[in-house]
């Protein structure tokens, strides 16, 4: 009986799952108009960059080095990630932290024309501190920094499939 009960519960789950319309996030579909792309105002061997870079070449973009007349242009106007302080202990130090990326940027086709405003993405992470292990804290640190930037670049993403 706890058997059947527990395969019947089983396939409620199942089936509701599969009607809420979950599915998992598979690759951007990025508009032909933009399968080649020039990135401008950020480093694209570093942080955001290289993020970007790797997340446009898996999504069938080709991302090129110099200017072509043929390619969309992206710009990425601001990029940056703050810290900031998220709760204080008894002893008034700083025990946890907020990392907050916030990157902006303009797409403009290979004829120039501007193809949505300025955008906008965000991603946060929060970081505990412990004084006692600030050697691992800065690796910590820097894994936040990293899943921003990925977070960001998905955004980003998101945001140049759904374009016209």
């Known amino acids: 009986m706890k058997r059947l009960l527990s395969q019947v519960m089983l396939s409620f789950m199942l089936v509701a799952l599969a009607s809420c319309g979950f599915h998992l996030r598979g690759a951007a579909d990025i508009p032909d108009f933009l399968k080649t792309i020039y990135v401008q105002g950020v480093d694209l061997?570093?942080?955001?960059?290289?993020?970007?870079?790797?997340?446009?070449?898996?999504?069938?973009?080709?991302?090129?080095?110099?200017?072509?007349d043929d390619a969309a242009v992206l710009t990425v106007t601001e990029n940056s990630i703050e810290r900031r302080v998220l709760s204080?202990?008894?002893?008034?130090?700083?025990?946890?932290?907020?990392?907050?990326?916030?990157?902006?940027?303009?797409?403009?086709?290979?004829?120039?024309?501007?193809?949505?405003?300025?955008?906008?993405?965000?991603?946060?992470?929060?970081?505990?501190?412990?004084?006692?292990?600030?050697?691992?804290?800065?690796?910590?640190?820097?894994?936040?920094?990293?899943?921003?930037?990925?977070?960001m670049v998905q955004s980003i993403l998101r945001r140049l499939s759904v374009l016209k």
Do not use: M, P
């Open 88 to 151: 204080v202990g008894s002893d008034a130090k700083v025990s946890e932290y907020e990392l907050f990326g916030t990157a902006k940027f303009t797409i403009v086709d290979s004829q120039g024309k501007a193809l949505a405003e300025q955008q906008e993405v965000h991603a946060v992470r929060d970081l505990q501190f412990d004084q006692d292990q600030v050697l691992g804290k800065v690796e910590e640190a820097q894994l936040l920094r990293e899943q921003i930037n990925q977070q």
């Open 45 to 68: 061997n570093t942080g955001l960059g290289r993020e970007l870079k790797l997340g446009l070449t898996r999504n069938g973009v080709n991302v090129v080095t110099d200017y072509q």
